[in-house]
């Protein structure tokens, strides 16, 4: 019986220490890079691994002999100074030794590095667009009638952010309409920027490159494995720089094929929407949704903004004022400012759409509808 | 020696007056103690605000989601912080000892151009108290990081950013008469038999420095001035669509930025090596390999800069170029290291609350050297890159690094500044405090970085909220204690024990020939400089 026990808890212990050592790994885990899922995140992690553990020994050693010396060479365990204060020798071998290390670190860091800049041979290019907070993808292709565009922005409700209900698994990496690639093939990225600097980076491709406006940085990555993978914007952008993540959905080749068709004509039909004339509550069901996407980071889901730097539109000038000057600052922007041009961002259904909503929430009320036409007039007016 | 002591006090009773009473000492003094005395206690303030701002940015990260503030504040705070502590913490701090010591330390009555001294302090009060104001107009301060990357900072800046320039311009020219005056003292006013090559390390890594600073702030002049006429004279240098390119702002930047970073750490190599020898009670291990290790940092820094932009798309040439001399900082860094174990060697050491500092520089900046290496790898940097891992990095060089140099130096020298001993069991209370505050801050952030988190920003996913709650709490355990420290250096002032000339058995230097505390003016009539005094 006793016996007994106490093989039982040995086991207990034994199962004990097993699963503090599996916690221990899954620990392990979050403490160090992420091995990612291409070939070169999984080169750049090697290397990774193959500096920090030189540091390491490196480090052992050197703090090793530091630490004997404090134990052992105190003057309280009453040892005497010696006076050496020089040794050629030795201070030419802590200079060689330490070149060699150096030199053999470069070599399989040169390698890496001359494999990740082959960017050529690629089997389709998306455009990455950094805006002020938002990602844009952009399929391109020499038909132009099968290039398409659409924004990428954070779907996490400012309720979340501001601690007003519980935070979702995805909290702040999470977007409206992933950019979508297809499994195994080789994706060339052109990065750059709108407005300010942004860097766009997928940590698990092991790629991150700086959204430069009036510059193309090139990236590429082979996925092999379907998946959703996240990352953030890298680079201070503003306000918003912590709200802008980068969300890739790898997909089999069948089912990008299918989504990559219907894309197309989602954009047809968009673009035939153009030509239509909505009601009241049309206009401001798909105002309201345009306005949450595009613009209340600024000025606010009610419309307050954050005075001065980002104007309230409660009662304000332009959103009472007359419609087309209004439809037109939109369109243009505001130079010298936030205020973004969306003539190219939107399209005229989406303008109307959002101009009207502007006049008529948060105690607006213009007597005015605001239709696509009326957009491609003071457009044309400009 | 001791009758040139006496000699020379003597003189100072017929010949010299003390200082002035009142208000007046200070704001038209021209004596380097009381320059020295007032650069440190302003850079102490700077280092107090902003800390408060750094508390203010961990206090926001404790947890997910937004607390205490909003993003565009949170982004003033990051800012802020980071151009406090660079250009009003650290920066004075080591200006402030180098007035204090390089004088006593090389024999000289005085700086060599004590006017220029009063004007380059002056000019940073109102420096800063520009720069501060920004934060209460409208719009806010500077919101770009401490970097302030066009277009950033200039098409898409608050409109305070012109008295952000204003201000820059201002350090810089303070930084400029303070570097050329430092100069002009080494190289002019030593002891006869007081060669180079026998001045005590913490006077070389300044003269180095010094003219690290002269060749570097103009360039950083030139960047803000370009900021300037982009924002009101219409100029495009870093606007793309005037035919101007941003990634120009950040080389033009980075080459003032790199050697910046040296700025703040050489004086602090030359701190330790006077540190670690006095309670080592054995000389300095390859006194003339430090001095071309510094001389080697500071040369390579000029050609290292683009290692923080690896990311803006460069050539493949150009990156391995910056790798490979990346890479060789670690050479001339590591000699430094060694050197300083080899001094700790055999030695019989006591660990007083300097040595104590500067032995825990010697470790912890080793780990910032090590990060440092691993950020110089290319292609491991890309997933480094502006993540958590890089903001360990440099605060492990800076924290640990340039700032336990100077609370090391202030415990080290302030029996002779002000003639009384601090109270060694709250210096070395005030030690572990710091010791185990910074790592606790510091450390866990390598983890985050590696894990994925963005640097800069206000809320973050819900995988990093474990290590940024243990960083928030070491933060506030190392900004306390530093409150802390200023109780112990007011304490030490008022009613510290009498320091003995000598203070600390193995010390060596002119500076301990003196009385303590230091009479206003030393060495009126140069010293005789002795083996026992200087390096040999």
């Not at chain 1, 041009?341 to 502007?358: D, N």
């Not at chain 2, 000492?25 to 280092?47: C, P, Q, V």
């Not at chain 2, 504040?73 to 000892?97: D, E, Y």
């Not at chain 2, 960047?223 to 495009?236: E, K, Q, R, W, Y």
């Amino acid at each position: 019986m006793n016996k007994h026990c106490t093989g039982i808890r040995r086991l207990r212990t034994a199962a004990g220490v097993m699963s503090m050592l599996a916690s221990g790994l899954v620990a392990a885990d979050e403490l160090n890079m992420r091995v990612g899922v291409t070939d070169i995140s999984r080169q750049v992690y090697d290397l990774h691994m193959l500096i920090l553990w030189i540091c390491v020994v490196i480090g052992a050693v050197v703090f090793g002999a530091m630490f004997w010396s404090i134990i052992h060479h105190r003057r309280s365990a009453g040892y005497q100074a010696a006076h050496f204060h020089e040794n050629t020798r030795l201070e030419i071998a802590w200079t060689i030794v330490p070149t060699l290390i150096l030199i053999a670190m470069c070599i399989p860091a040169t390698r890496v590095l001359v494999a990740m800049y082959d960017t050529g041979g690629e089997d389709m290019t998306v455009e990455v667009r950094g805006y002020q907070w938002k990602w844009q993808y952009k399929y391109l292709d020499e038909d132009f009638d099968r290039t398409f565009s659409f924004f990428s922005t954070l779907t996490t409700p400012i309720e979340e952010r501001h601690n007003l209900s519980a935070k979702g698994e995805h909290y702040l990496l999470e977007v409206d309409e992933p950019l979508r690639i297809p499994v195994n093939k080789k994706v060339r990225f052109l990065v750059t920027s709108e407005d300010v600097i942004h860097a766009w980076w997928v940590p698990d491709f092991g790629i991150k490159r700086d959204a430069v406006p009036g510059m193309l940085n090139e990236l590429w990555a082979i996925v092999p494995e379907p998946g959703v993978y996240r990352g953030q914007c890298t680079e201070l952008c503003g306000k918003d720089h912590g709200f802008m993540p980068v969300v890739v959905e790898v997909m089999p080749q069948a089912d990008f094929d299918a989504w990559y068709a219907s894309k197309l004509v989602a954009e047809q039909e968009r673009q035939q929407l153009e030509s239509m004339v909505f009601t009241h509550e049309e206009l401001m069901t798909q105002g309201e949704a345009v306005y949450t996407k595009f613009c209340a980071s600024c000025h606010q889901p009610n419309g307050q903004g954050v005075p001065p730097v980002f104007p309230s539109l409660v009662g304000s000038k332009v959103a009472t004022g007359p419609r087309d000057d209004h439809i037109r600052l939109v369109l243009n922007g505001v130079t010298g400012t936030s205020m973004q041009a969306f003539s190219g961002q939107l399209s005229k259904a989406e303008l109307a759409a959002v101009v009207h909503f502007e006049r008529h929430s948060w105690g607006n009320n213009t007597d005015d509808l605001t239709q696509p036409v009326d957009v491609a007039n003071a457009a044309a007016s400009n | 020696m001791s009758e040139v002591v006496e000699a020379h006090a003597g003189h100072d009773d017929h010949e010299h007056h003390g200082p002035a009473k009142g208000l007046a000492r200070w704001l038209f003094t021209t004596n380097h103690k009381d320059i020295g005395t007032l650069y440190l206690w302003f850079s102490f303030t700077m280092f107090l605000i902003g800390g408060v701002m750094a508390l203010i940015v961990r206090a926001e990260l404790f947890e997910p989601g937004m607390q205490f503030v909003v993003p565009e504040f949170f982004n003033q705070m990051t800012t802020n912080h980071g151009l406090i502590m660079v250009f009003g913490a650290v920066m004075p701090a080591f200006v402030g000892l180098a007035n204090w010591l390089v004088p006593m330390m090389i024999g000289a009555p005085d700086m060599a151009l004590p006017r220029l001294n009063n004007l380059s302090f002056w000019i940073l009060p109102f420096a800063f108290s520009i720069m501060i104001s920004t934060l209460f107009m409208e719009g806010g301060g500077p919101n770009f990081g401490w970097t302030f990357y066009a277009p950033l900072s200039t098409t898409y800046a608050p409109d305070s950013v012109t008295y952000f320039i204003f201000a820059v311009h201002l350090m810089g020219a303070s930084s400029i008469m303070g570097s050329i005056n430092i100069i002009a003292t080494i190289l002019n006013m030593r002891a006869p038999g007081m060669t180079l090559m026998k001045m005590p390390l913490f006077v070389w890594t300044w003269l180095i420095t010094a003219y690290l600073l002269i060749a570097v702030m103009p360039v950083l002049a030139g960047a803000v001035t370009m900021m300037l006429f982009d924002i009101h004279f219409g100029t495009s240098f870093f606007n793309a669509a005037g035919g101007g390119d941003p990634v120009m702002f950040q080389h033009i930047f980075w080459f003032f930025g790199h050697p910046e970073v040296y700025i703040m750490i050489l004086p602090a190599f030359g701190i330790v090596s006077q540190i670690i020898p006095t309670f080592a009670r054995k000389p300095l291990f390859g006194y003339d390999s430090m001095v071309y290790a510094v001389a080697s940092i500071a040369f390579l820094s000029f050609i290292v800069w683009a290692h923080h932009m690896f990311t803006v798309g460069m050539p493949l040439a150009g990156q391995l170029f910056f790798m490979y001399a990346t890479m060789l900082i670690a050479i001339p860094t590591g000699v430094k290291v060694f050197n300083w174990i080899s001094t700790m060697w055999r030695g019989s050491m006591s660990f007083e609350t300097p040595m104590l500092f500067a032995i825990a520089f010697v470790v912890l900046f080793t780990i910032g050297g090590f990060s440092g290496l691993m950020l110089a790898i290319t292609p491991a940097d890309y997933q480094y890159h502006d993540t958590y891992f890089v903001v360990a990095h440099f605060h492990y060089v800076l924290v640990p690094g340039a700032i336990f140099s100077i609370i090391a130096a202030t415990y080290y020298w302030i029996p002779k500044w002000c003639g009384r001993m601090y109270d060694e069991r709250l210096g070395k209370l005030h030690f572990w405090l710091s010791f185990i505050g910074v790592n606790v801050t510091f450390f866990p952030q390598h983890f985050s970085g590696l894990a994925g988190m963005p640097r800069r920003i206000p809320d973050y996913a819900l995988q990093f909220a474990d290590f940024n709650m243990l960083s928030s709490i070491g933060a506030f355990i190392f900004g306390f204690s530093q409150v802390f420290f200023l109780y112990i250096v007011i304490k030490t002032i008022r009613s510290g024990k009498p320091a003995t000339d000598r203070v600390w058995e193995g010390a060596h230097g002119l500076e301990w020939t003196i009385p303590s505390p230091a009479p206003y003016h030393t060495f009126t009539h140069p010293p005789r400089i002795t083996d026992a005094e200087a390096h040999s």
